[in-house]
């Protein structure tokens, strides 16, 4: 007999007294009077911190299914039967495992199970609502159960409502979360906005992970976007690659997974084809890819190859039956040998193909050749690290940007650049930098439009902070598809590409020059196209900048020191999740001027100068309030250039 129906039986024959006020729905007796609890894994507690930050409870106290016996401990805790109201909500942390960690709600009179909800990997609590109107004035319970013995094999619960279910006490309104509300059918841009934390302009899974953008190109008119993708749960897992088309780089439609992993030989077992490019290989459709093979599941087998797969149609992909196209890395490759980037080289005509690496500590690109992109030369490494940019360099790219050579690497969560000369076979950078300063930018990739324009998009990672996205049941984004350009001081910048104001709706502001002394409102919203700068030569304050995503209880903060020619994104109260301090040295155009440009996005955030910088940030506002945009100044005046804001549309 399972764990699971071993505890429903025993729960059958406990009594439950229905009541219009359930007690203890809250906690706040500070023990589990009114829940009828099973076996050993839950217990009231009135801890306040855990290792990754505060667990943000509803009073003094919460249940916690980690605390008394943490992760090896099961059980379940049920609460007495109440008549339903048209919408319920709770507060949950804990670990994500639909069929073993969740809260349920259970009509009383047969035991349907109407709604259930996991957790999201973070002990921090979320609230949850639930649209309960269609068993309005009927029996139902809410049950929490454990039978999870394995990391985040727990759950945390607290301050269930079945009224003023979103209020947050502050005047302010929770978002409504949940894998409830996330819809199974209906036309696409009606089922992405039914999350109040998916971006509704940047591309996302509907369902499930992603992570890197690969195969950028533009085939037959179109571009095409694939991306590092798991469709089974909201977190990394053996990679495929989803498939997306767009007509002008902004607008997105869904097409059937392009590459899906071999059938794993365990539980475990992690193999699948991971990040690469594609190309035009005379009208078919060509992906070239890293085939990874998890040695724990296969020993002996060799981990990175790169195979290959054609589509004559653009949809549908094949492998080759010759692959891999190289069985095995270099020597001197042990840090990894993984994402090969193809193009087509003018000096010689041959393709070629760039691939990250790492030896003794530092990363390295390895080059390689062919005349037909079937057979592949191994022509050295074209560039080495010193070490100070990482012992093993990811997603490398090499593109044409302004009469020079850009060579992209990513590297433990950060976007570095090389702008130098490339001749065919040797690549001397002049100068470098970070492609985005922000903390959630990486495995960026770069491709050269049928314009001759130089592109680039990345992922717009979490960065290690604990994502509610998870808890409607997807994770992770991509940026906009940006510009790549030199600017006036030999750096690489970018910027959105025209196409975006494509998707602008409607005018939210639109002012001229303005003085600025305290705190003003600019526009409100969650989806933005944000142009505004200040004046430097005007400006008196010592600090100047934007609030973003605000209200009275939350909010990231730009902000811009005219004495250090420091641009800082504070996103530490944004709302759930962790959060950072990423800065940028950011000098002001030749006549004082600061241009910034900000896409706000429901949970994201990405920063332009008029001089090319850009910051990228992740972020996930509690409440509906936090959608104010407004301008500041410290210790003196701001004066603003003038302003346009425009609301946003769907990309689908």
């Known amino acids: 007999?399972?764990?699971?129906?071993?505890?429903?039986?025993?729960?059958?024959?406990?009594?439950?007294?229905?009541?219009?006020?359930?007690?203890?729905?809250?906690?706040?007796?500070?023990?589990?009077?009114g829940w009828a609890v099973t076996g050993d894994a839950f217990s009231v507690t009135r801890e306040t911190t855990w290792w990754g930050g505060t667990f943000d409870q509803h009073g003094v106290c919460f249940l916690s299914?980690?605390?008394?016996?943490?992760?090896?401990?099961?059980?379940?805790a049920r609460s007495s039967t109440f008549p339903a109201t048209d919408e319920l909500s709770f507060?949950?942390?804990?670990?994500?495992?639909?069929?073993?960690?969740?809260?349920?709600?259970?009509?009383?009179?047969?035991?349907?199970?109407?709604?259930?909800?996991?957790?999201?990997?973070?002990?921090?609590?979320?609230?949850?609502?639930?649209?309960?109107?269609?068993?309005?004035?009927?029996?139902?319970?809410?049950?929490?159960?454990?039978?999870?013995?394995?990391?985040?094999?727990?759950?945390n619960l607290d301050d269930v409502r079945t009224t003023n279910v979103d209020?947050?006490?502050?005047?302010?309104?929770?978002?409504?979360?949940?894998?409830?509300?996330?819809?199974?059918?209906?036309?696409a841009p009606a089922r992405y906005a039914a999350d109040p934390l998916r971006p509704q302009y940047h591309y996302t899974p509907y369902q499930g992970w992603i992570n890197d953008p690969i195969g950028l190109i533009q085939f037959n008119g179109q571009y095409n976007l694939f991306a590092q993708y798991y469709p089974d749960a909201p977190f990394w897992g053996p990679m495929h690659w989803a498939h997306a088309r767009s007509a002008d780089g902004v607008h997105w439609t869904n097409l059937p997974v392009a590459l899906t992993p071999p059938p794993p030989a365990t539980p475990s077992d992690t193999?699948?084809?991971?990040?690469?490019?594609?190309?035009?290989?005379?009208?078919?459709?060509?992906?070239?890819?890293?085939?990874?093979t998890d040695t724990g599941a296969h020993p002996g087998a060799t981990p990175e190859q790169v195979f290959t797969a054609t589509s004559a149609d653009g949809v549908t992909f094949t492998p080759s039956p010759a692959n891999p196209v190289i069985a095995a890395p270099p020597a001197d490759s042990e840090a990894g040998f993984r994402d090969p980037k193809v193009f087509r080289d003018p000096h010689d005509g041959l393709w070629k193909m760039v691939v990250g690496s790492g030896h003794n500590g530092h990363g390295e690109v390895h080059l390689y050749s062919s005349p037909d992109l079937r057979t592949w030369t191994y022509r050295g490494v074209l560039l080495a690290g010193d070490g100070s940019t990482g012992g093993m360099w990811e997603c490398p790219n090499l593109i044409?940007?302004?009469?020079?050579?850009?060579?992209?690497?990513?590297?433990?969560?950060?976007?570095?650049?090389?702008?130098?000369d490339f001749d065919g076979s040797t690549f001397t950078p002049r100068t470098s930098g970070q492609l985005d300063a922000g903390p959630n930018f990486y495995a960026a990739q770069a491709f050269v439009d049928a314009s001759g324009r130089p592109l680039v998009m990345g992922w717009m990672n979490n960065g290690g902070a604990f994502d509610p996205n998870r808890l409607d049941g997807w994770s992770q984004s991509e940026t906009v598809t940006r510009v790549l350009s030199v600017e006036?001081?030999?750096?690489?910048?970018?910027?959105?590409?025209?196409?975006?104001?494509?998707?602008?709706?409607?005018?939210?502001?639109?002012?001229?020059?303005?003085?600025?002394?305290?705190?003003?409102?600019?526009?409100?919203?969650?989806?933005?196209?944000?142009?505004?700068?200040?004046?430097?030569?005007?400006?008196?304050?010592?600090?100047?900048?934007?609030?973003?995503?605000?209200?009275?209880?939350?909010?990231?903060?730009?902000?811009y020191d005219p004495a250090s020619h420091q641009l800082t994104l504070d996103t530490r109260n944004s709302g759930y999740g962790g959060g950072s301090?990423?800065?940028?040295?950011?000098?002001?155009?030749?006549?004082?001027?600061?241009?910034?440009?900000?896409?706000?996005?429901?949970?994201?955030?990405?920063?332009?100068?008029?001089?090319?910088?850009?910051?990228?940030?992740?972020?996930?506002?509690?409440?509906?309030?936090?959608?104010?945009?407004?301008?500041?100044a410290v210790g003196g005046n701001a004066v603003l250039t003038g302003t346009t804001v425009w609301s946003m549309g769907s990309a689908w």
């Open 1 to 33: 007999m399972s764990r699971r129906i071993a505890a429903a039986l025993a729960l059958s024959v406990l009594p439950v007294t229905p009541t219009a006020t359930p007690p203890n729905l809250d906690f706040e007796s500070c023990d589990t009077a």
């Open 65 to 76: 299914g980690y605390l008394a016996n943490q992760d090896k401990a099961t059980g379940t």
């Open 91 to 155: 507060l949950i942390g804990g670990g994500y495992d639909p069929q073993n960690l969740y809260v349920e709600l259970v009509r009383a009179a047969d035991g349907q199970v109407l709604d259930r909800q996991t957790g999201w990997n973070s002990e921090q609590l979320a609230r949850i609502t639930w649209d309960t109107s269609a068993v309005r004035g009927q029996s139902v319970y809410l049950e929490a159960v454990d039978t999870a013995t394995g990391g985040w094999g727990h759950l």
């Open 167 to 187: 209020d947050a006490g502050n005047g302010l309104t929770a978002r409504k979360l949940g894998s409830a509300r996330q819809p199974a059918t209906g036309p």
């Open 271 to 292: 193999t699948g084809e991971w990040s690469g490019s594609a190309v035009d290989d005379n009208g078919v459709l060509r992906l070239f890819y890293t085939h990874f």
């Open 400 to 420: 044409p940007v302004g009469g020079q050579w850009a060579l992209l690497v990513s590297e433990n969560g950060t976007e570095h650049y090389f702008l130098g």
């Open 488 to 559: 006036s001081d030999g750096t690489l910048g970018t910027a959105p590409v025209p196409e975006l104001s494509r998707l602008h709706t409607s005018l939210a502001a639109h002012n001229g020059v303005r003085v600025i002394r305290q705190d003003t409102p600019i526009a409100a919203g969650d989806s933005l196209d944000i142009n505004t700068g200040f004046d430097l030569t005007r400006s008196t304050g010592t600090s100047l900048g934007l609030r973003l995503f605000s209200s009275s209880a939350e909010g990231v903060v730009l902000t």
């Open 581 to 632: 301090v990423s800065t940028a040295a950011v000098s002001p155009d030749a006549t004082g001027q600061l241009g910034l440009r900000v896409l706000t996005d429901r949970s994201s955030i990405e920063v332009f100068t008029s001089t090319g910088v850009a910051l990228t940030a992740r972020v996930y506002p509690r409440y509906t309030q936090s959608n104010t945009v407004s301008a500041f």
